[in-house]
């Protein structure tokens, strides 16, 4: 695995189940920098909401800045930031991470070819405050934007050990076979991202389970999601989204091909 590329078995089992663990791909240490430019990101992201285009759906507070959306946590008038989209261009180290051959390799062999970034969200979970995410797809959300849903592969990197207390992220095993699935119909304005409960069962649903610096890779048809954060530590994370090569960002629609 010397290229990190998936072996046979890591690709079988990616294409049946719709994720794939590697433990462990980051050391500590580079787990340790890679957190300090995380909050480095997170003040600087805070610091220009004061300059952005606020508004509220079902409640929640979101500001976008230029290209880049920040999500407040739902609690009314929470200052905590939950989610930044995109995040690379906010830190150097984090713009060298999502070219690094230890992700974008194990997404190139699931790809076929070369490939260019089609987004990544830093997801903070906070202690006590961090909320979960409802079960949803990637895909109905993108497919406004995108032409090929069927060809974005996620790769979520656990800046913090995550575990069922702090809100681990969630698979629902081989759902991605079944393509868009429809979103709830409850009247609300975003609940037609969270995928209607009749099509799944949650007796399907995996816990991943990761110590800091191990990686997930799932597809973006996988109906996914984590509940909130119980701990009193931050269960922080990147989740990094590839496309094939020579096709625009999501929100910035630069070009990002990724040279390896
Ligand atoms: O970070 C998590 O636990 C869930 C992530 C997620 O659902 C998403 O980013 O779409």
Redesign the pocket.
């Given at each position: 695995m010397s290229d990190f590329s998936l072996e046979s078995d890591e690709l079988t089992f990616y294409r049946e189940h719709g994720y794939l663990v590697r433990r462990d791909v980051f050391s500590t240490e580079e787990v340790e920098r890679l957190r300090r430019s995380v909050e480095t990101a997170v003040r600087k992201a805070f610091d220009q909401t004061r300059d952005g285009q606020t508004y509220i759906l079902d409640g929640k507070r979101f500001v976008d800045i230029g290209h880049m959306t920040v999500q407040f946590e739902h609690s009314p008038g929470s200052e905590t930031i939950r989610?930044i989209e995109p995040v690379q261009h906010l830190h150097p180290e984090l713009d060298d991470l999502v070219a690094d051959k230890r992700i974008v390799s194990p997404v190139r062999s699931i790809l076929g070819g070369h490939i260019s970034i089609w987004t990544n969200?830093l997801?903070l979970?906070r202690g006590r405050e961090g909320s979960?995410?409802?079960w949803?797809q990637?895909s109905p959300?993108w497919i406004h934007n995108c032409d090929h849903v069927d060809r974005l592969p996620?790769v979520?990197l656990a800046f913090d050990d995550?575990t069922e207390a702090n809100?681990?992220?969630?698979v629902i095993d081989r759902s991605h076979h079944r393509g868009c699935l429809p979103g709830t119909a409850d009247g609300s304005q975003l609940g037609g991202f969270f995928t209607e409960p009749n099509c799944f069962s949650e007796e399907d649903a995996v816990s991943l389970a990761l110590t800091a610096g191990s990686i997930a890779l799932f597809d973006a048809h996988t109906i996914?999601?984590?509940?909130p954060n119980h701990t009193d530590e931050a269960?922080r994370?990147i989740?990094m989204t590839y496309q094939p090569a020579n096709f625009p960002m999501l929100k910035t629609g630069v070009i990002r091909n990724i040279n390896l």
């Open positions: 989610v969200k997801n979970k979960g995410f409802g949803h990637d959300y996620n979520y995550a809100g681990c992220l969630k996914h999601g984590s509940s269960r994370a989740v």
